[in-house]
């Protein structure tokens, strides 16, 4: 069972950048394909972006595509998400998940970390 614990989140301004970081533990890392969801105030959780078991297949929501960046080191057992451009609606509890039965992560995916607060206001 892979434990995970998310880091990076801040308050931004907008048009400025993050990188958010998922560490993993206690499993097989490149047994899973990792992502990221986010959930604003008084809205559900949204997919953001995932990458596949071995990196090689990567998602995003439409509304992120050309701004954020997903990736993962399986040797440090990490994934990454990349976020420039950053708008206030972007302002959101950035959650790591991992699925070892799919390409992608679903809200059905059985992992998840604790979430990581991302703040874009001027």
């Known amino acids: 069972q892979v434990q995970l614990a998310e880091s990076g989140g801040g308050l931004v301004q907008p048009g400025g950048s993050l990188r958010l970081f998922c560490a993993a533990s206690g499993g097989t890392f490149d047994g899973y394909s990792m992502g990221w969801f986010r959930q604003a105030p008084g809205k559900e959780r949204e997919f953001v972006g995932s990458v596949s078991m071995l990196g090689t297949d990567k998602k995003y929501v439409d509304s992120v595509k050309g701004r954020f960046s997903i990736s993962r080191e399986n040797n440090n057992n990490a994934v990454y998400l990349q976020m420039d451009s950053l708008r206030p609606e972007g302002t959101a509890v950035y959650y790591c998940?991992?699925?070892?039965?799919?390409?992608?992560?679903?809200?059905?995916?059985?992992?998840w970390g604790q979430g990581t607060q991302v703040t874009v206001s001027s």
């Open positions: 998940a991992a699925d070892p039965f799919r390409s992608t992560v679903t809200p059905d995916s059985p992992y």
